[in-house]
C-alpha cells in the first residue's frame, strides 16, 4: 500500500514562499498523475494543482496560477509544490494525492489514503 508523507509547510508572511514536498512510499508512483489538495479551517479539501507521470503536463487552480509550481522526481517517488508570493487566503493544510488511471490531470480523482498533510500559515 502506497504511504503519502507531505513536508515543508510553515508560517511565512505574505508575499514569501515556501516548498512543499510528497514522499511516497510502499510502491512507485512514477506512473501516476500527482496532485496537492488544501483544506482551510472550516471549508472542503480543494483540488489546487497536478501534473502528469511524465512532468510535462500541469494544471493548476485560477487562484494559484502564476504563483504555485509542481514538478516531480519519479526517481524518488516525491512531487513538489513551490509556493511563491503567498496570501493568507493560502492558508490551509496541504495535501498530495494519486490518480493512477487519470488521463485528464484536471480531472484526476485521489485514489490514495490521505497523509497526514503539512500546515501552512500565511500571515498579513
Known amino acids: 500500500q502506497v504511504r503519502l508523507a507531505e513536508s515543508g509547510g510553515g508560517l511565512v508572511q505574505a508575499g514569501g514562499s515556501l516548498r512543499l514536498s510528497c514522499a511516497a512510499s510502499?510502491?512507485?508512483?512514477?506512473?501516476?498523475?500527482m496532485g496537492w489538495f488544501r483544506q482551510a479551517p472550516g471549508k472542503e479539501r480543494e483540488f489546487v494543482a497536478a501534473i502528469g507521470w511524465t512532468g510535462g503536463n500541469t494544471y493548476y487552480k485560477d487562484s494559484i496560477k502564476g504563483r504555485f509550481t509542481i514538478s516531480r522526481d519519479n526517481a524518488k517517488n516525491t512531487v513538489y509544490l513551490q509556493m511563491n508570493s503567498l496570501k493568507p487566503e493560502d492558508t490551509a493544510v496541504y495535501y498530495c494525492?494519486?490518480?493512477?488511471?487519470?488521463?485528464?490531470?484536471?480531472?484526476?480523482?485521489?485514489?490514495?489514503?490521505w497523509g497526514q498533510g503539512t500546515q501552512v500559515t500565511v500571515s498579513s
Open positions: 510502499g510502491r512507485s508512483t512514477s506512473t501516476y498523475a
Open positions: 494525492n494519486a490518480d493512477p488511471r487519470a488521463t485528464v490531470i484536471a480531472t484526476m480523482r485521489p485514489a490514495l489514503p
